[in-house]
């Protein structure tokens, strides 16, 4: 028996291993499940494409306009169609430098695309792309155009652009072709187009040709459509609100978070504060520029009084091969709030404000902003105050489980602040840096906070959400002060240059960036 428990652990440590591999390797996984997918997608949808256009339906007959009209031939117009799709593609590809990576494989996917119509004797048959290279010219133009090239003078200053009208023109333009050929390889509408004339008649259903699978190929085409919606993205889906008892580090973490996402990215990519959230900042930098020229080192963030709030956030790049724009903003509000959340959140305005009269408060406007700040998040983010769990003190968090009913649907992130203290206990214990071990010490982190039943009862409700930990490099200092001859606290370990050092909050992006 004895032997199988051995064995059953080893197994369930090589799984969560497995996990843990692939979660550290999700954005290389990403990039080729994209890549494959492109290519799938490409290869399998030209035929299809070449079908549609030689039963030249509705949608042969409206492109075909320019020709009828004498305005162009066939071959020309094919090329300049071809010249504006490669000219948003290029765009992305050598000059957005956050949808590079997608611009290559849509470039790649566009020839496998190409060759397959020629395997079925369409474009190479029929295109001469040399007696044709100035409406080739023409549609690179065209599609620089309407990409956005008025933009690439800001290249020259160094500035990281933003290419997003070429990526929402390749988005409408790629969904158009594949959506309205499956429409002519598939559907049979009650329109008969002889010509360039149209007339009513027929019925409407599905009229698959031979070897084509309908179904294979609906698909196809919701794949590929889908795949080209990620691909345009430039925001993050996520939008993260942070609430926690009072002193439980709420502006603190939002500042490790700026810090941290300020080191990872260059200066093209450098973190964006809203305009109440850069105050803070500067307040923060002259606090700590006093402090280490005084020697007299203090947390430089002081508590919110009852009556304020601030809407502070800023907005961050995440990932590399598709990098996209992350938004972390939350109400900075005075913790003592958190206990009316769970009522204020099922008010309207006017049960709000009879509320707070027959509570004997005037803070409606704080209490407002924190509403709709979670009503407007996606991610409820929870913070666990480890400083009043290692002192045993209560954490405060006993409004976490109704406001996680009142806003069922919600994800919710756990993170515990202060963990300075259980990194000290976790490296004496085992002898292990936090920092090197940092899997192993979210596990420990997580083992010694859920003792608390209302802790483990809080995973639970979460969908047994990992508690995340972050923390300040600190040191032990003591003072005197009015109610204690010697009293020890906690203050920053700042660097050579007066900045404090946060620890944990890499992860903690990646988490912010994947919303969970």
């Not at 959506?179 to 259903?205: C, D, K, M, N, R």
């Not at 979210?442 to 508690?467: D, H, K, P, W």
Request: aromatic content about 10%; hydrophobic content about 45%.
């Amino acid at each position: 028996m004895a032997t199988l428990e051995v064995e059953s652990v080893e197994e369930m440590n090589r799984f969560e291993e497995m996990l843990a591999t692939l979660a550290d390797n999700r954005e290389f996984l990403s990039v080729v499940g994209y890549f494959v997918m492109v290519l799938v997608t490409s290869a399998f949808l030209a035929p299809m494409l070449g079908i549609a256009w030689t039963t030249g339906g509705l949608a042969f007959l409206l492109v075909n306009i320019p020709v009828e009209l004498g305005l162009i031939g066939l071959p020309p117009l094919s090329v300049l169609l071809i010249g504006v799709w490669l000219g948003l593609l290029l765009l992305l590809l050598l000059f957005d430098m956050k949808k590079r990576l997608q611009g290559l494989f849509l470039v790649i996917g566009t020839l496998v695309a190409l060759l397959g119509l020629c395997s079925v004797g369409l474009v190479c048959g029929n295109l001469n792309l040399f007696d044709n290279l100035e409406w080739l010219g023409a549609g690179l133009l065209v599609g620089t155009v309407l990409g956005g090239g008025r933009d690439l003078p800001s290249l020259l200053d160094n500035q990281s652009v933003e290419f997003r009208d070429a990526a929402q023109w390749v988005f409408y333009l790629g969904s158009l072709l594949v959506i309205a050929g499956f429409v002519e390889a598939h559907i049979q509408y009650p329109l008969e187009v002889t010509g360039s004339a149209v007339t009513l008649g027929g019925s409407f259903g599905l009229d698959s040709p031979p070897g084509r699978s309908a179904l294979f190929d609906a698909a196809l085409t919701g794949t590929f459509v889908y795949t080209l919606g990620k691909f345009i993205q430039y925001d993050a889906e996520t939008d993260l609100f942070i609430l926690g008892p009072s002193d439980s580090g709420k502006s603190l973490l939002l500042l490790g978070a700026y810090y941290q996402a300020s080191e990872n990215i260059n200066e093209k990519y450098a973190p964006q504060p809203n305009t109440e959230f850069y105050q803070v900042l500067g307040e923060v930098d002259d606090n700590l520029r006093r402090m280490n020229n005084s020697g007299d080192i203090h947390w430089p963030v002081a508590g919110n009084n009852p009556d304020e709030s601030k809407n502070i956030g800023f907005e961050f790049v995440h990932g590399s091969a598709f990098p996209k724009n992350v938004e972390v903003h939350t109400v900075d509000y005075a913790g003592e709030w958190l206990e009316f959340v769970p009522d204020v959140i099922t008010m309207d305005n006017q049960q709000l404000d009879q509320y707070l009269d027959e509570e004997g408060y005037d803070n409606l406007d704080v209490l407002l902003s924190i509403k709709r700040g979670i009503k407007a998040a996606d991610v409820l983010v929870f913070l666990i105050d480890v400083e009043k769990h290692v002192a045993g003190e209560p954490l405060e968090i006993g409004t976490y489980h109704e406001i996680c009913e009142k806003t069922s649907g919600k994800r919710v992130l756990l993170i515990a602040t202060k963990c300075d203290l259980l990194a000290e206990q976790f490296e004496q214990e085992t002898g292990l840096d936090p920092l090197l071990q940092f899997t192993d010490f979210q596990q420990y982190v997580q083992e010694r906070l859920t003792r608390r039943q209302q802790v483990q009862s809080l995973v639970n409700q979460a969908a047994g959400s990992m508690i995340h930990p972050v923390w300040y490099q600190t040191r032990e200092h003591s003072a005197v002060t009015a109610e204690t001859e010697n009293n020890v606290e906690r203050i920053p370990s700042l660097t050579e240059d007066g900045q404090m050092v946060p620890v944990g909050f890499d992860q903690l992006l990646d988490h912010f960036g994947r919303g969970r």
